[in-house]
Structures are given as structure tokens and as C-alpha cells.
């Protein structure tokens, strides 16, 4: 675990938050079609459904349903987390506003299940040259759901 | 597509070829498939080139190797589906009459990218967490809770195309032994469910297919049947709700029900007519989807049709002849172009012990990452 002392950075800015609270989990940035409706993330101009140029950029709450999963017996690239060196968990998890976001998941083959509500948050790959923890955006299942 | 053939096909075995040049291997596949087209690099009016992992400019380079006569050079890069992309330009070049003869040719070294790390991976990027393992491992899953699909169906389709491979002379992977789904299933895990031996090696290569007018081919070769390519697509993504624009390595699966539809019509054929198919097999729980999104068998009928056997050597509708990207090998560029070789061959009667008995048309469909798909429909005369 990183310490909350130590300032975190996106692996990758503009697409999730790094709170300076480490306690306050991530919200994606999005972007909506003003003229469709639609929900885009990551964020951009062009809404990629109805053609649109009228689009409005927010952050939406981390929070989803598990569309699939698997558990990958490789060590996450990039990470020098020992917790990583064993394999990790990825998942695609659809935002209620309709995103669905691929990403690495917390924990073990045995934990998830398709269907189940999931819980974005930050995880560290490494330190930067700088001293900075570099984070990624991971999701955990969420506890009182299983 | 009208009055365009495959004049002549020719490969560099598929392997791990650490002390072969891309020039080798490109001239090498070249020359077979000028030999086979009975032609010479003179009667060569344009060529199409593909690689992947190679820097700019080495299919200008590599094309040197046949001689320097002019002739215009066109790099063509599409990710995996590049030596299909190379070859449906070259038909379309053909097909408006700009050239009676073309030479596509794609090559790739999968080797020195693995050792030099320099396929665009870096820690830096958001992506680069995700292995195309994993994304296909996501696929399988799904389609365990909505189908019911089990790992041994994964498993028997890997098994398959070892085997199938085992026949193929220019397969990367040619097991001595028989092949078992047991086998398969015991392989190291890679992203669960699927294993090593579900998925396509690392490997390096060269393709070369010979594409020209189709009276040519009466001409040139009068001893064998005109292999016509009479339907080509190439499609990007249409969006659908729940498009992933990060981490995917392919888009939704209606891009190849979308492609596919466009071949049927244009070569007024239906998956009920096709002979034999070549798909990107990347990782075996690919195939199993494409079954269905190619219309070989009705959506929920893969994993009964796998279990019947439809789909081997001898079945209702063959698929991954040669061994497919699992065991014939996925290089990159060259790629496309063994499907159009072994298609090829098969529809000439000249596939050896893995001929499909009295083949008259064949598919060829390939994902691109980014995605696309690109298809392909052989006919015999």
C-alpha cells in the first residue's frame, strides 16, 4: 500500500481523478452528447454515435457492474507492486451512464462473478523519478454485494 | 469482385527464425510464388507490402531483393489483418484495370519485436496492462455465463488445429504426436481460461500471393483451375452501445457480421455454400465466436457443433485448415497471406493430406487491431 503522504499521479492524465484525499475514491471523466445523450469515456469532441459537436465534459462516480472477467497468470507491465508480480484480475465494468470500462481488477479468480457491483479506486504501479506514486484505476467488488 | 485470380501463392515457413532477415524470408516467399504463378519479377506491374514490426521504408527495401524495375511500391499496414488489407488492395487494383499482374507480399519478424520491445509498448500507457490474452480471456467468459461454453470446448478447438498444422509443411507448430484436448487444458494458464496452447506463438515469417487478371491464369497455368477472388470487405467499427475505446484489441462483434454480409452478397453465396474457412484464431475462443458471427452455425449452436465435429478435417464445414494463427502461425504481416495460400491450395486439389475434398469456395477473414475486419471469398472455376 502507498502511503497517504506521498503525492499520486495518473499513469496516463485526463482520464480518471487522483484525488488528494487518498480515502476519496476516483470518478471517471466523461463526456456526454448533448444532442443523443450518449456517455463517452474516455472524453471527447465528436460524439461517436450521432456525429454531434454539442458535448459536455463531467465526472461520473466510479461505480459499476462486472460484464466479464479473467485472471491474467503474468505480472502486471509496468508495475513493480510485489502484489502484481503473481498475475491480477481484469474486468470490464459498465457505468450505469453506459461506459464500459476495461481495466485490472483487486483480487482473486474465486472473487468475481459477472453481474456483481464493483468499486473504482487507485492503485500504484511504482514510484516516479520524482517520488510520486504513478496510479492506475483499478476495480474491487464491492464487500456487502457478495 | 470481377475477373480477378490468384495467379500464384508462395510462403517462408512460419517459426522462430532468429537468424533470418525479413529479406530472406520476403525474397524467399516471393520467388515461390512467382515460380508457382509462372511468372517472372519482370511481368510484376505494382506491389503491396505489408509488415508490422519492422521500421518504415523495409518493404521499399525488402521489394529490392526481386530486382529494381520501378514498378510502384505501396506499404499497407492494418495490424493483423495487414496482409489481407495489402491483398484486397491489389484485387481492387486489378478489378479497375490498373494492373494485370500484382505481387503482394508481407513479411514480419515477431522476434525482434519481442527482444527489442518496440512494438509502441511502454509503462506509460494506460493500455499496455491489458494482454490481447486477456481481453480474449474476456470474451470466454462471457460466453461461459451466457452459453454455457465450458473450457474444453476452448480446448478442442486448439487440439483441432495442431492437428490440422501437423499436415501443413509451412505451419510454425507441426506436433509429431496427436493432439488431445487434455493436452491443451494441462498447458500453462495464460488468462483463465485460456492457456498457452489456445493461443497463437510468437513467430516469424513471409506470405506471397500473385494476383492478376483472371484470363491471365488460363494463360499462364492452363494445367490447373482459376482460383477467383470474388468478394472482398474491409470494415472499421459501427458504434454500439458499450464500445470500448480503451484497452480492446478487436470491437464489437458485429463488425464481422457486418463484413461478412457484404462478401456474401457480392459473391451471391451463403455460409451454407463455403467449402472451407480460414479465420483469425488468434486465441481459440475467437474461432468459436466467428462460427456463429460467419454464419456457419446459428447463434448458441457453436459448442454443439464443436462437440459434432463440424468443423474438422472431414466435417460438415472445415475451419483453420492450415492450423490457423493457433498452430500455422500469426507473425503479423504475412499473416492474411497464409490463409490466401492455403485457400489457395485447396481449391486447386493441391492441399496434401489436409485437402477438403472437392473444395470450390473458401473464406478467408481476419480481425485487424484498432479493429477491423477484412474477408475474403475464394471461388474455383
Known amino acids: 500500500m502507498s502511503t497517504a503522504t506521498r503525492t499520486r499521479v495518473p499513469i496516463k492524465a485526463g482520464f480518471f481523478s487522483v484525488p488528494d484525499d487518498p480515502t476519496t475514491p476516483p470518478k471517471f471523466l466523461v463526456t456526454r452528447c448533448d444532442s443523443c445523450g450518449e456517455h463517452f469515456w474516455p472524453r471527447r469532441t465528436i460524439c461517436a454515435r450521432c456525429l454531434s459537436e454539442q458535448t459536455s465534459d463531467l465526472e461520473v462516480d466510479g461505480r459499476g457492474t462486472l460484464y466479464s472477467y479473467t485472471f491474467v497468470h503474468f505480472p502486471l507491465f509496468g508495475s513493480m507492486n510485489v502484489e502484481h508480480m503473481e498475475g491480477y484480475g481484469v474486468g470490464q465494468v459498465d457505468l450505469p451512464q453506459g461506459p464500459r470500462i476495461q481495466a485490472p481488477l483487486a483480487g482473486k479468480q474465486g472473487d468475481f462473478r459477472i453481474g456483481q457491483q464493483m468499486q473504482a479506486e487507485l492503485d500504484t504501479l511504482r514510484q516516479n523519478d520524482s517520488g510520486h506514486d504513478v496510479v492506475i484505476v483499478r476495480f474491487r467488488p464491492i464487500e456487502e454485494q457478495s | ?381
Open chain 2, 1 to 381: 469482385m470481377k475477373d480477378v485470380a490468384v495467379l500464384g501463392v508462395g510462403m517462408y515457413r512460419f517459426g522462430t527464425w532468429y537468424d533470418v532477415s525479413n529479406a530472406t524470408m520476403g525474397r524467399e516467399a516471393g520467388m515461390a510464388a512467382l515460380r508457382d504463378a509462372g511468372l517472372s519479377f519482370r511481368d510484376v506491374q505494382a506491389a503491396y507490402v505489408g509488415h508490422i514490426f519492422a521500421p518504415v521504408m523495409t518493404g521499399v527495401r525488402v521489394m529490392k531483393e526481386f530486382g529494381l524495375t520501378g514498378i510502384p511500391v505501396q506499404h499497407v499496414e492494418n495490424a493483423s489483418a495487414t496482409g489481407s488489407a495489402a491483398f484486397r488492395e491489389a484485387c481492387l487494383a486489378v478489378a479497375a484495370g490498373h494492373y494485370d499482374v500484382v505481387m503482394v507480399l508481407g513479411f514480419d519478424k515477431m522476434t525482434q519485436m519481442i527482444q527489442q520491445s518496440s512494438a509502441g509498448t511502454s509503462a506509460e500507457n494506460l493500455e499496455d496492462a491489458i494482454l490481447p490474452a486477456a481481453f480474449f480471456a474476456l470474451w470466454a467468459t462471457r460466453r461461459m455465463h451466457e452459453r454455457g461454453m465450458r473450457a474444453e470446448h476452448l480446448a478442442s478447438i486448439a487440439a483441432k488445429n495442431f492437428n490440422n498444422g501437423a499436415l501443413n509443411p509451412m505451419s510454425q507448430r507441426q506436433p509429431d504426436k496427436h493432439i488431445t484436448a487434455e493436452k491443451v487444458l494441462g498447458a500453462r494458464m495464460v488468462a483463465w481460461p485460456l492457456t498457452t496452447m489456445m493461443s497463437c506463438p510468437i513467430g516469424d515469417g513471409a506470405a506471397c500471393a500473385i494476383v492478376g487478371r483472371a484470363d491471365l491464369a488460363k494463360k499462364l497455368r492452363p494445367d490447373r483451375p482459376i482460383v477467383r477472388v470474388t468478394a472482398s470487405s474491409l470494415q472499421s467499427e459501427r458504434y454500439v452501445p458499450g464500445h470500448l475505446f480503451v484497452g480492446p484489441v478487436v470491437g464489437p462483434a458485429q463488425m464481422t457480421i457486418d463484413t461478412s454480409k457484404v462478401v456474401y452478397e457480392e459473391a451471391g453465396v451463403g455460409p451454407q455454400d463455403i467449402d472451407l474457412v480460414q479465420v483469425h484464431d488468434a486465441f481459440a475462443i475467437e474461432e468459436l465466436e466467428y462460427y456463429e458471427l460467419l454464419g456457419l452455425c446459428k447463434p448458441g449452436e457453436a459448442e454443439g457443433c464443436i462437440e459434432r465435429g463440424d468443423f474438422e478435417l472431414g466435417g460438415r464445414v472445415p475451419v483453420s485448415t492450415d492450423g490457423g494463427l493457433i498452430a500455422r502461425g500469426h507473425p503479423g504481416g504475412p499473416t492474411g497471406l497464409a490463409q490466401i495460400w492455403e485457400t489457395t491450395l485447396q481449391l486447386r486439389g493441391e492441399a496434401g493430406k489436409r485437402q477438403v475434398e472437392d473444395a470450390k469456395i473458401g473464406l478467408c477473414h481476419m480481425m485487424g487491431g484498432g479493429s477491423v475486419c477484412a474477408i475474403h471469398i475464394l471461388e474455383r472455376d
